[in-house]
């Protein structure tokens, strides 16, 4: 497709399990990001990709989150040990330069 | 520490007439703005921005205005249609680490 996607779109995990974002980026964007989202709030910057530089780590709420992206292209976010207020939309979006393209997010639940 | 803000969490205008959401920054290094607009269960899509070289930037039915002396960003919709109804978030980067600081967001409503 032409857009971001991501996968999956809705997540249920319990309290104490690890999971898995995917987001796969437009085509030919260097930048990638990730936000999440918690109800009622505004979009919360998680981390930031830019071509082979080193991540920009400095939206990661804890340890217990972490993300790469491989070859430059497609990113995972993985949450270790998710808590209740891990419960989010998580958002990730691509650029060329300027303005982010995003894609639907993922909305996890922890019970 | 909320470098952008939008203090108005919701906004209600009738068909036709002019909706202004405004946006507050405190981070003077930015220098390159954006509102996005949200729809439910959908991700966040570019809407119009700006650049710090400029006060106004105009695109069909939507205009940004930027007072950099006020630190302050309005996005003017007129005329207002029931297709506008979402949540509508301002951003604002330094263009030199590309990181996009965004707004709680305000929702604003259309009425027919």
């Known amino acids: 497709g032409a857009g971001v996607s991501q996968s999956p779109s809705n997540k249920v995990t319990e309290k104490g399990k690890d999971v898995e974002l995917r987001c796969d980026p437009i085509?030919?964007?260097?930048?990638l990001y990730w936000y999440r989202q918690s109800l009622g709030q505004g979009l919360e910057f998680l981390i930031y990709f830019q071509g082979n530089s080193a991540p920009d780590k400095s939206g990661l709420p804890s340890d217990r989150f972490s993300a790469e992206r491989t070859g430059g292209s497609v990113s995972t976010l993985t949450i270790q040990r998710t808590q209740q207020e891990d419960s989010a939309v998580y958002l990730c979006?691509?650029?060329?330069?300027?303005?982010?393209?995003f894609g639907p997010g993922t909305r996890l639940t922890v019970l | 520490d909320q470098q952008v803000k939008q203090n108005s969490p919701s906004l209600s205008v009738q068909e036709g007439r002019i909706s202004i959401l405004n946006c507050d920054y405190t981070n003077s290094m930015f220098d390159y703005f954006l509102w996005y607009k949200k729809y439910p269960a959908e991700g966040p899509t570019f809407l119009i921005s700006?650049?710090?070289?400029?006060d106004k930037n105009e695109d069909g039915r939507f205009t940004v205005f930027l007072n950099k002396s006020a630190k302050h960003l309005s996005l003017h919709i007129v005329p207002s249609q029931p297709g506008d109804s979402a949540v509508y978030f301002c951003?604002?980067?330094?263009?030199?680490?590309?990181?996009?600081?965004f707004g709680q967001g305000t929702t604003l409503q259309v009425k027919p």
């Open positions: 700006i650049s710090s070289i400029k």
């Open positions: 085509s030919g964007h260097t930048a």
């Open positions: 951003a604002a980067s330094d263009r030199g680490t590309g990181k996009l600081i």
């Open positions: 979006a691509s650029s060329p330069r300027g303005e982010q393209f």
